[in-house]
């Protein structure tokens, strides 16, 4: 790989992972992942030690490259290296590890086994070599956790308690994805990626590898998309907020990617390339200006977003140009599928392009949407007609499908609900379950992200079959694949911990059976993989361990609780506090409390003792309108409704880049609110947060009015010391204090005045614009 300034420490992705003890009880299952299919509790074992061996059939040459993965694991336990022979006779041998490949039956198809392990021997039997692969990641977890003691190594000798496993996949496509194009990562962090799917029997690597920002591949024919296209003059900083003017950039070449092609293939992991058209195209455009609609200038693109510059659909020389760099594409990987993109791609410039208009007639299409239409199918044709088949993303259905296209359904599972309906073949991604770029914990406590949220729970909770679809329809359905995009994940380790654990869950959401789902058994395995993970120097998310906060109602005297909440279920939650710098001591969580005063909350899940995996905290303000619900005179929309109004008075200051969960939103009006203190009370201090996010079309108020009363009736204007407001560059909540009140009143009427529409100059000029609330704060803090 070619010019990326960063470091990389390799690491050897260790196998033999299972935190239990040699022997599982009899009605216990072990903790394999993904769930087997059948599993069946022996009632002996098998020694494995420098006496036994390692026999494979005659039938597939892979397996002996399989025999020397079992025995590198074998060697953390101080076993030497097992003897490996050639088994004719179609049966184990005594003492022996057998993989064979052989005809074993239709049930567990192409990717399935059996495991079988008695005191005699151990075997493993598929009907491909596949199968064999992933017979041996489930043997590997059987095995003893990897030994710290010295007494362990010296023995040279473990146990595997016998049982009997026949195992298969649901789906035949289980994917992850790695965008490189936004962020470029090293060829041992890739092969490491794909060490650590393979463990879990993901088997399709998306790689993402063209973008506006970067154009990643090496192609021979046009050296200048990755000597111009693969690099950048700068970098976004925030949320497009700023420019932190440094050169970025880098490729991989075509003998990198080969050898990454062959690195996934010895671990039955296929790699499908994504090469973007019609949009996402400006670092190939800057390279080919010719290739655009305008003829240029173009730039590698340095902020994140969707742009307007797109391959000209007019004009052939884009195709001649797309054709050869298929054609090495397809030199490179033997991928039954290449991902062709087809998303965001505005028509803008189509509409307004002679090339494109007379395209659009010569083609009898109705207008530009058909116009990407015929663009996606003429580079389809191509591709068949090379015995290739094209996936693109959801929009590809936008002007008629493709005759032959799969669709990967990533805006919600509607799109593939549509393609599976018209005889086309899904893979389900949808942002909602799939994206894992999104936040998986409170953003407080989590690295700066692009947004959403979905936990290791949401995940695991995924059906890609949606209930819509018959039967028939529904075995268009592939798969699903979970989606790393990189524009705020810069580094290695933060890739591996916003794909990690939530990859996992995924894995078994398309590897076991449905009716075998379940949260808490999930849990309990996962918790048993965590220090294999560790051993791999994995940096996974502990997100799922932490504790979520709520304030609740009590149903008896109506105040304010805090809940303290678990994704776990029946976890055990201790909890301490912290005011003015001193820290109490450690309690047992029984159930909702009362704050009485303003103060920080740290909680966690015991472990039994030791180290907490994760600690979480939370700030609670309590003021003099806490608990009180405000009368809203206007209404917040419905998108954003937070827990409704009594958000605003909860304690509870929301995240700013956390919108869907803590804040009130309001689109185009006002924010007229009343509080109702109850009694009269002298009132010193007002103060209301305010979200400053125009990326996302909100900004603060133009003004804010504040009047008193005490009979609810009669309202006088506020005094006091109003702030100005500073406009922050990037997303950021925002206290706005009025002080120096002096005033006595039970009433207080609050009018957030919104701007009404998006300023000049915006991106959203003229359409109307998010006024966001989350806490209005009277006299705090409070003596």
């Not at 580094?491 to 009716?515: C, Q």
């Not at 005033?743 to 000029?765: D, F, L, Q, W």
Request: hydrophobic share 35%; glycine share 8%.
């Amino acid at each position: 790989m070619k010019n990326l300034k960063t470091t990389f420490t390799m690491t050897f992705v260790i196998l033999s992972f299972s935190a239990l003890a040699q022997f599982w009880s009899a009605k216990e299952k072990p903790h394999i992942i993904p769930q087997p299919v059948s599993y069946e509790n022996g009632r002996s074992s098998f020694k494995i030690n420098a006496r036994a061996g390692i026999q494979i059939s005659p039938s597939s040459k892979e397996l002996g490259k399989m025999a020397d993965i079992i025995n590198e694991r074998l060697g953390w336990f101080g076993i030497p290296q097992l003897k490996t022979t050639i088994n004719h006779n179609n049966t184990p041998a005594k003492n022996t590890i057998w993989l064979s490949v052989g005809e074993y039956g239709d049930e567990i198809g192409k990717e399935g086994y059996l495991l079988e392990i008695n005191r005699k021997y151990i075997s493993v039997k598929a009907n491909t070599a596949t199968g064999v692969f992933y017979g041996i990641q489930s043997l590997i977890q059987l095995l003893p956790e990897a030994p710290e003691k010295q007494s362990i190594l010296k023995s040279g000798s473990i146990k595997v308690a016998s049982c009997n496993i026949t195992d298969y996949p649901r789906f035949p496509y289980r994917g992850l994805h790695l965008d490189v194009g936004r962020h470029l990562f090293p060829v041992e962090f890739i092969k490491k990626y794909i060490d650590i799917m393979s463990m879990y029997k993901i088997n399709n690597f998306h790689w993402h590898l063209t973008e506006d920002q970067g154009w990643r591949l090496e192609i021979m024919k046009y050296p200048l998309l990755t000597e111009t296209g693969a690099y950048r003059k700068s970098t976004a900083t925030g949320r497009n907020s700023g420019q932190d003017n440094m050169f970025y950039g880098g490729y991989y070449t075509q003998d990198e990617a080969r050898e990454i092609v062959a690195y996934a293939l010895a671990r039955q992991v296929n790699i499908i390339p994504e090469i973007e058209m019609p949009g996402h195209a400006l670092a190939a455009l800057a390279s080919y200006p010719h290739l655009g609609c305008t003829g240029g200038p173009y730039e590698v693109e340095t902020t994140w977003g969707v742009f307007e510059d797109i391959y000209c659909g007019g004009n052939d020389e884009v195709f001649t140009f797309l054709q050869d760099v298929l054609l090495e594409v397809m030199d490179i990987f033997p991928s039954k599928y290449i991902h062709i993109g087809g998303d965001e791609a505005p028509k803008t410039r189509w509409d307004v392009c002679n090339k494109c208009q007379k395209r659009i007639k010569d083609e009898n299409l109705k207008d530009s949407q058909e116009l990407q239409s015929y663009f996606i199918t003429r580079l389809e044709k191509f591709l068949n007609k090379h015995g290739r088949q094209i996936i693109g993303w959801d929009e590809i259905l936008e002007g008629g499908l493709a005759p032959g296209a799969t669709v990967m359904s990533w805006r919600g599972t509607e799109g593939g609900i549509a393609a599976a309906r018209l005889g086309h073949d899904v893979i389900m991604t949808p942002g909602s379950h799939c994206y894992l770029d999104y936040y998986q914990g409170d953003p407080a406590s989590e690295p700066f992200g692009i947004g959403g949220y979905n936990t290791l729970k949401n995940t695991y909770g995924f059906e890609p079959i949606p209930a819509e679809l018959t039967e028939k329809e529904g075995n268009h359905i592939l798969g699903a694949q979970g989606n790393v995009w990189t524009e705020y994940i810069k580094t290695s380790d933060l890739v591996e911990y916003m794909a990690y654990p939530r990859a996992i869950a995924l894995a078994e959401v398309n590897w076991s059976p449905k009716e075998y789902r379940n949260w808490d058994d999930f849990i309990r395995r996962l918790t048993k993989h965590l220090p294999i993970l560790d051993k791999n120097n994995l940096n996974y998310s502990k997100s799922t361990f932490g504790v979520n906060f709520s304030v609740i109602r009590n149903e008896k005297d109506k105040q304010l609780q805090i809940e303290l909440v678990s994704d776990i279920t029946g976890a055990a939650i201790k909890y301490y506090t912290e005011l003015n710098n001193q820290t109490s001591t450690v309690m047992n969580y029984t159930g909702p409390f009362k704050p009485e005063k303003s103060k920080t909350i740290f909680a966690y899940v015991d472990n039994a003792g030791k180290e907490p995996l994760k600690i979480s905290k939370k700030e609670i303000i309590v003021h003099d309108a806490f608990g009180i619900i405000p009368i809203l005179n206007t209404l917040y929309d419905h998108r954003y409704a937070a827990n409704g109004a009594s958000s605003l008075t909860d304690g509870l200051r929301a995240n700013a880049h956390s919108l869907r969960k803590e804040w009130i939103g309001y689109l185009g009006n006002d924010a007229d609110i009343i509080l109702d203190l109850g009694i009269s009370k002298d009132i010193n201090t007002l103060s209301l947060g305010f979200l400053h996010n125009p990326g996302s079309w909100i900004f603060l108020p133009v003004d804010v009015e504040v009047s008193f009363s005490n009979d609810g009736i009669n309202y006088l204007p506020a005094a006091g010391m109003k702030p100005d407001f500073i406009t922050p560059t990037d997303p950021k909540g925002i206290l706005y204090t009025i002080i120096d009140l002096r005033a006595r009143a039970r009433y207080i009427h609050i009018i957030a005045k919104n701007r009404a529409t998006c300023p000049v100059g915006h991106s959203g000029e003229g359409e109307k614009a998010w006024l966001f609330m989350d806490e209005i704060m009277v006299n705090y803090p409070r003596d």
